[in-house]
Every structure is written in C-alpha cells, then in structure tokens.
C-alpha cells in the first residue's frame, strides 16, 4: 500500500517522519480555500481537508492523506494573512485571548472511502505589546500560516496556555493522524 501525501507543506512531512511514516509521493492539492458565506471554523476545516484529498489522484494501490489547520477566534477563522496589515490585525486578536487551532486531517483509503480526524486545541497568547508584533511581523515568519504565527518558531514565546495538540497547531495531528493510517492498514513500525 502506496501513501500519497496531499501537501507540500515540509512541517506535515516531518511530523509524519516523527511517527515513522515516509510518504511514497506528495501532491499539491488545488482547491479554493476560501470559507463559505457563514461557514463556521469547524465545518471550513474538515471541507478544505476532504477537498484537498479529493483534489488528488489516487491509483488503486494508493491511500491519500491531506490535512488543513485554521485558527478561529470565536466565529471568525483566520487563514492565511495576506500581507503585513493582516498579519497585525490578527495578531491583535490573538494578543492576551484563547483561540481554537482546529486541525483536520482526511485520509481516502484503497476502496476510496473518506475518514476524518479532528484535532482542537486552545491556544492562550499573553497580551502582546506594539513592539512585540512589530518584531514579530518583521521576521516574516507568520506570513503563509493559518492564524498568522508558527508555534514551532518565535510565536512559541507567546504562548501562555495549550490545552490539546502540539503538533496540531503545527499543521498535522500526529496522534489523529496515526490512527486514521491504522483503520486504513497503513503499515506503522
């Protein structure tokens, strides 16, 4: 059985390295990842997830794995900041309030049937002063990442409280993750 990564993302191949798991090939998925009118934060991950493992194809010997990760602030989900005035705006949200960081992750086995994994973790940043965002939007880091920061990197600093998945907010559930390769029979040493 071939496992077929659907993302590009480098921090999704090293936590799936981190349980041991080497994909055969990746796949760059291309959807629309724009939430729908009045979509809530829980309903957009687990359909940009599926979409992104649907988006890919898949040989009959191959089982395929996508994942997406969004922050939500309330009923607001934040993507991806699309320039360093979003990226402020957002860390403004985060400063001193938790958030949910909700990681899916969608595993198409060889019959084609799709399962699902949710990971929900709260995330609790300490109220971020003007020079710390500044420092923090000059870096660079957080343009590209859902919610505008890396946990793996400099925003691990901010971070005063985390109820749930580490490697969730990094952008792939290992514990879901492993277990949706066990129900499909993915081979785990």
């Known amino acids: 059985m071939r496992l077929v990564l659907a993302s590009t993302s480098p921090r999704r191949r090293d936590l799936l390295v981190r349980i041991g798991v080497a994909p055969d090939s990746i796949a760059a998925p291309d959807i629309d990842e724009a939430p729908l009118k009045g979509e809530l934060p829980r309903a957009y991950v687990q359909r940009i997830a599926l979409g992104k493992a649907q988006a890919v194809a898949r040989a009959d010997d191959e089982i395929v794995l996508a994942g997406d990760t969004t922050i939500a602030v309330g009923r607001r989900i934040l993507g991806k900041p699309e320039d360093e005035a979003d990226l402020r705006r957002m860390l403004g949200l985060l400063s001193g309030r938790r958030h949910h960081c909700l990681s ?24 971020l002063t003007d020079a710390e965002i500044d420092a923090y939007v000059a870096s660079g880091e957080g343009m590209g990442k859902a919610g505008g920061y890396a946990i793996q990197g400099r925003a691990e600093a901010f971070v005063r409280f985390l109820s749930g998945s580490h490697s969730g907010v990094v952008g792939l559930p290992v514990f879901e993750t492993r277990a949706l390769l066990e129900s499909a029979g993915y081979p785990l040493g």
């Open 104 to 127: 899916a992750v969608c595993l198409i086995d060889a019959t084609g049937k799709a399962r699902m994994r949710l990971s929900d973790t709260i995330v609790a940043f300490k109220r």
